[in-house]
């Protein structure tokens, strides 16, 4: 007679969670964050999300584009969530090109909530040629490109160090401690308090690239707080599912039981 324990219901349980989360840990050794949007009910964090923007913004978008995104996903839940007003003064803060009008010309407006993210160059030939030969990756879903995610982009941005001796770079490569083979073609990008936030927080080179990682991170996975939601009452469900089940098969076998 197969007898399942409550037990043994509840081991498989956790096997199954052990596993998917083990599945996930990273394996080398990059720097390792505490991402308050990880875990089964990570969230972002809102201040962090809308500074990250602003290191974006003010920084990395004058080579990295974000193409996938429009201004007004910056205003919508799960988000930075940015005001409907903060959005239309973000989007109105950048010239996009548009057109041709009714004569046929091309010209410039401010952009609206709707437009997507203007890109730094008009194609990735003009970036690579613009950046000594190396192409400066679109944003909007690196963090899932890479493997290592957010962490990989943190270690990134805090991985530039003098080389080890012997060590050769030509002109416009860096050593990075975490990039493949050391070398990378970008100077790092952040430096002490090279953006000052809004909100007063200091700007060191660890919280900018926390921020700015925290960003891409949600810009890659806009659907990750419904997704935890989800996969929260979905957990309760089961769980109580597992336990009526179990129930009830111990009062359908209750007669059979008592009678051998
Ligand atoms: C001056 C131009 C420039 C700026 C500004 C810049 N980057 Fe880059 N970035 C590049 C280029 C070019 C590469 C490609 C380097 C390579 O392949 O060697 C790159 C590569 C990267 C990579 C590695 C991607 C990979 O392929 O694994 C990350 C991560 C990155 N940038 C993040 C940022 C962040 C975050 C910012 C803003 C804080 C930023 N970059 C600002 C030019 C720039």
Redesign the pocket.
Known sequence: MIKFSLIKILVIFLSFFIFSQAHSAEKNELLKVEWSFKGLTGKFDRPSLQRGFQ??KE??S???SMQYLSYRNLGEPGGPEFSIDEVKAIAASIEVEDGPDSQGEMFTRPGKPSDKFKSPYPNINA?IAA??G????D?SV?VKA?PGGSN??YS??MGYEDPPEGMKLDDG?YYNKY??GN?????S??SEGIVEYSDGTEASMDQ??KD??TF?SWAAEPELEQRHKTGFKVMIYLILLSVLVYLSMKRIWLRIDSEE
Not at 183 to 187: A, G, H, P, Y
Request: proline share 8%; hydrophobic share 50%; charged share 10%.
């Open positions: 290191v974006y920084v990395c004058s080579c990295h970036s950046n000594g190396a192409y400066p990756p944003m690196l890479r990989y982009i990134v941005l490569v990039m493949v070398k990378i073609k970008m100077s990008p952040l900018m690239a700015v990682t891409l």
